[in-house]
Each structure stands twice: as C-alpha cells, then as structure tokens.
C-alpha cells in the first residue's frame, strides 16, 4: 500500500487548507484511511479516519465541526478539509490506512504516508 499526501502549506489563523492523500496497493476493497498529526514535542494524534466499507467517519474532539473528511473513490483519494485553522492546528499530517471494514482512530494502522506539514500562523 503507497500513501502520498499533497496540500500542506502555511496560512493564517482563520484560513482553510485541503490535504489530500492518493491511496493505492490495497489488496482487498475494504480499508479505512486516517489522517493523523504530530506537533513538535507532542504525541501524533488522530484527526480523522473514513472507511471505503460505507464512507463511516470519525473525528477527534479537537476538529469536529471544522475538519472534514471525504473519499473519491474513483481517484482513490481521501481528502481532509480544514476550516477555521488555529495555531494549535500546526503539525505534520500524515496519511495512513488498513485494511477492514471498521472505522476508528485508535485501531492500529499499518500503512503510513511521508507527510505533509501545514503551519498556521500570524
């Protein structure tokens, strides 16, 4: 399985940005794809996480209500928007995913993507 996020950058308090992740390899048509974040000197944390089961979702406290996740299937890409970014939403984003058909950002995932850092600032 190869992961490839794009659309990091940086932006102002306020701002939104959209990651995607290009997805393929997967060797059966059930997987959940997540997107997870480390600050410097923090944990890697859980944002967000879709299965291609039946577009489930779930989200982490922190960006409910204004990070959403979405698949292409066709374009077998999952995208992360970002609305309403604060400083606290800096961090390198990764990609990752397994296979199954449940969804949930404390399974363990197997595939990683290299990253992507997105900076808000003033």
């Known amino acids: 399985v190869q992961l490839v996020e794009s659309g990091g950058g940086s932006v102002h308090p306020g701002e939104s940005l959209r990651l995607s992740c290009a997805a393929s390899?997967?060797?059966?048509?059930?997987?959940?794809i997540g997107w997870f974040r480390q600050a410097p000197g923090k944990e890697r944390e859980g944002v967000a996480c879709i299965s291609s089961n039946d577009e489930s979702t779930d989200y982490s406290d922190s960006v409910k209500g204004r990070f959403t996740i979405s698949r292409d299937k066709g374009k077998n890409t999952v995208y992360l928007q970002m609305n309403h970014l604060t400083n606290e939403d800096t961090a390198v984003y990764y990609c990752?995913?397994?296979?199954?058909?449940?969804?949930?950002?404390?399974?363990?995932?197997?595939?990683w993507g290299q990253g992507t850092q997105v900076t808000v600032s003033s």
């Open positions: 390899g997967f060797t059966g048509p059930y997987y959940t």
């Open positions: 990752a995913a397994f296979h199954g058909v449940v969804v949930g950002l404390h399974f363990p995932y197997d595939f």
